[in-house]
């Protein structure tokens, strides 16, 4: 039996996937006919797992049950003392642990919206993400709270370190909430570059995250089902799944996949934060007996790199998957050789924020034959290759990739006109991204054209070319992305002194990274005498900057 057929009886009348058409948002999509209603039904459920260890965290381990407990105790004390009722937002900045987690259950549980704000930007950029959401609170970690020092936030600020515990210990014996909340109501805003403009909060509803969920049950499901019907297995006896989290809560991998699927699943996480370290990933793996791994940007390069590989049990890993960018055909290869078993049923996909961080899926000996695909659509996904004036492009042929499912999120927030650009008719997202399909399959050419993607995070250019353009001595500035072997892209800037003035590019590096994440700092300097070359409407021709072609136009 090969996969449509296993599809097939997955998602088919009476299957546990079961799709049905309902009306989504106005327009008639296909959505799994047996699903929770919200995420608060999910948390409810994940209690009666009891004892089993939910969250390991340096050295703390919190099971289902006191999860559970944490996250009723909190919620009860953002109602009564910060007055946290359902549509508030609750900003969450800090580095991935335990009480990010708890933070983001107790939140949605009262169906308010949890805000989460990237952990790398400078403090011009989370005030920026305050004013952007207006919370009701922030909670954050010391680090990340100090970079705010003597700014006025504007409202009441909790600090992980010294005053969470408050809250876990509120009301030890509160129920969860019992507000209403209806699976189209917002839960989430994740905020993310797009082609123009700062940053935007896209908003993900109850039932985006929902769908979410149940179309990785829906693979993992049919993976399985597929490994079995070809007597593909691990040796050994089978270990409970534990999975390692090394990406970002603030990121779609870590809250989604990390937090949201594995509460489902009823699955071990194991967490830790601060800069990524091989050496202690392998430690974890060998000690957790991890099972499940998504590496992204250069993760999984510098783990097999790493010259203690050898000196660490890794066999138990059995699943490995990219997260943010896809993985090179050779990376691939080399973790194949290393990891058999994990190998054999490695994947990767495509997705954006907006799209719920999932649309396809290209794993196992699919991903071998084809190692340039993001796989195809997923059961509820509908991809299509558009031109510039909408039409339906055939197989093959190059144009914006566009997404329809239950999956795409409400809107951007507070921010009607970027959404009207990126949500079309039949609630179709725009991706601005350059793809074709081919038999099925979709291969993604470029990012959107001015995007940099740096590791598994988006950089958007026009920040650092507005910073740049504000120092006294630039006359101009464009900012581009470059290739590099393990992070995929770096930054490089091209700077245009003014009249008679010397620039030192370790000067500007430091004026960058005074407002700005230290990712978005140029890695790369390029100092012209000669105006940018722009065109008619004077846009800087990027692809002259960067040697990818040759400027046509004549200057008037």
């Not at 305050?130 to 010391?142: M, N, Y």
């Not at 993001?374 to 004036?389: F, N, W």
Request: net charge negative; proline share 5%.
């Amino acid at each position: 039996m090969g996969i449509q057929e296993i599809e097939a009886q997955l998602t088919g009348p009476g299957g546990p996937f079961e799709l049905a058409e309902e009306d989504v948002l106005g327009e008639t999509q296909a959505v799994f006919r047996n699903r929770a209603g919200n995420l608060r039904e999910l948390l409810a459920q994940s209690a009666e797992r009891g004892d089993a260890e939910y969250i390991v965290y340096e050295d703390r381990r919190i099971t289902f049950a006191q999860h559970a407990r944490q996250v009723a105790s909190v919620a009860r004390a953002l109602q009564e003392r910060f007055d946290v009722r359902k549509g508030d937002r609750v900003a969450i900045l800090a580095a991935n642990c335990p009480e990010w987690i708890i933070s983001y259950w107790a939140v949605t549980s009262l169906g308010a919206i949890a805000v989460g704000l990237n952990g790398w930007w400078a403090a011009d950029e989370i005030l920026y993400g305050l004013a952007d959401s207006e919370p009701k609170l922030l909670i954050g970690d010391r680090k990340r709270i100090a970079r705010l020092a003597g700014e006025d936030v504007g409202v009441p600020v909790v600090e992980m370190e010294a005053e969470f515990r408050e809250l876990v210990q509120y009301a030890p014996n509160a129920e969860l909430p019992e507000t209403a909340i209806d699976e189209d109501d917002p839960a989430s805003i994740l905020y993310t570059s797009g082609t123009t403009g700062r940053p935007k909060g896209a908003v993900a509803s109850h039932r985006n995250l929902i769908a979410a969920l149940g179309l990785q049950f829906l693979h993992g499901l049919r993976a399985m089902l597929l490994a079995a019907e070809r007597g593909i297995q691990a040796s050994g006896p089978r270990r409970p799944t534990c999975v390692l989290v090394t990406s970002p809560l603030f990121h779609v991998s870590g809250l989604y996949t990390g937090a949201l699927m594995m509460l489902a699943s009823g699955s071990k996480t194991v967490w830790r934060s601060g800069r990524f370290d091989p050496v202690d990933v392998m430690r974890l793996v060998e000690k957790e007996e991890v099972t499940n791994w998504s590496p992204m940007g250069d993760m999984a390069h510098r783990v097999l790199n790493h010259p203690d590989l050898a000196k660490y049990d890794l066999s138990s890993l059995i699943g490995i998957g990219s997260g943010g960018a896809p993985l090179s055909a050779d990376l691939m290869q080399r973790i194949r050789k290393q990891f058999p078993v994990a190998g054999a049923g490695m994947g990767t996909g495509y997705g954006l924020t907006e799209s719920g961080a999932i649309a396809t899926i290209a794993w196992a000996d699919e991903l071998e034959k084809f190692p340039a695909t993001v796989g195809r659509p997923l059961p509820s996904v509908q991809v299509e290759i558009r031109d510039e004036k909408g039409r339906t492009l055939p197989d093959g042929r190059e144009g914006e990739v566009c997404i329809r499912s239950p999956l795409i999120m409400l809107e951007y927030w507070r921010n009607p006109k970027a959404t009207s650009e990126t949500i079309g008719a039949g609630r179709w997202l725009f991706t601005g991204d350059v793809g074709r399909i081919e038999d099925g399959r979709l291969y993604i050419n470029a990012r959107a054209r001015d995007l940099i993607l740096r590791g598994a995070e988006n950089i958007y250019p026009v920040e650092i070319e507005h910073r740049l353009e504000v120092h006294p001595d630039v006359e101009e500035a464009a900012v581009v992305g470059v290739d590099h072997p393990e992070l995929g892209q770096e930054v490089k800037a091209f700077v245009v002194a003014r009249a008679g003035v010397k620039l030192d590019t370790d000067a500007l590096a430091l004026f960058v990274g005074k407002t700005l994440a230290t990712y978005k700092v140029p890695a790369h300097w390029e100092l012209r005498d000669a105006p940018l070359p722009r065109n008619a409407t004077g846009k800087v021709l990027k692809q002259v900057l960067a040697g990818e072609a040759e400027n046509s136009f004549v200057a008037e």
